[in-house]
């Protein structure tokens, strides 16, 4: 299943213009299996949702991000499947690249499947599991649907499930930083060479407005500084 998954995406994709993985032949999945949430300031903010699966990372766009509140069913578009490398890939797609724009790590960790039988859990459309991350923990449901999406689009929903982990806290916006560097998106476009003020555009407007209040403070990023 992974080699023909991931054709459509390095069909989409010009390696040696953008910095994304080529990624190897789909791998045997570990053990524990990695999940990633990447914040994506493309032509529209959204986040990616993937779930490594058969060796690939299965994805869908969230346009609005996940919810920790379960009444909040969030849109999740499927998109091509990408390489198990992806979920380290935090950076700038150049101008005029698939998907241009800066590219976040905002949540990543492990995840479980509650159902004996993911495949076939995703054939039905009613996909149960746990997710150990940074920000996003506990249980959600991927459940598919008619009517969302667009005519001939098949749309599912990301929900919370009610648990110990649900909670009212709306987390793209109190929790903005990369899990990965603990950067805004305005610090990854401004240290990898993207559009600082479109990246912007996608943080909170008063995370960055202390940000350039206080212009040496506040990242957190491993990376050095130019100064
Ligand atoms: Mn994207």
Redesign the pocket.
């Known amino acids: 299943m992974g080699r023909v998954a991931l054709d459509e995406y390095r069909r989409r994709r010009r390696f040696g213009v953008t910095p994304e993985p080529r990624g190897r032949t789909a791998r045997q999945s570990a053990s524990r299996l990695r999940f990633v949430v990447?914040k994506?300031r493309?032509t529209r903010l959204?986040y990616?949702f993937r779930l490594e699966w058969n060796g690939v990372l299965l994805s869908w766009?969230l346009p609005k991000g996940p919810s920790l509140d379960p009444s909040q069913k969030r849109l999740a578009v499927p998109?091509e499947d990408h390489p198990l490398e992806y979920a380290g890939f935090e950076g700038v797609i150049p101008e005029g690249e698939y998907?241009a724009g800066t590219?976040m790590v905002w949540d990543r960790g492990t995840w479980t499947p509650e159902v004996p039988d993911v495949d076939a859990a995703l054939a039905k459309g009613d996909l149960a599991f746990t997710l150990t991350g940074t920000k996003l923990r506990g249980s959600w449901v991927l459940v598919r649907t008619r009517g969302y999406g667009g005519a001939g689009r098949p749309g599912w929903l990301l929900i919370k499930r009610r648990d110990a982990r649900a909670s009212a806290e709306d987390v793209t916006e109190t929790a903005p930083r990369s899990a990965a560097s603990g950067r805004l998106l305005v610090e990854i476009a401004r240290d990898e060479g993207g559009d600082v003020a479109r990246a912007a555009d996608g943080d909170p407007s008063g995370v960055v407005r202390k940000l350039l209040a206080r212009p040496g403070a506040g990242s957190g990023g491993r990376r050095t500084r130019r100064r």
Request: aromatic residues 0%; glycine residues 12%; negative net charge.
């Open positions: 990447q994506h493309a959204h990616d766009a998109t998907g590219v």
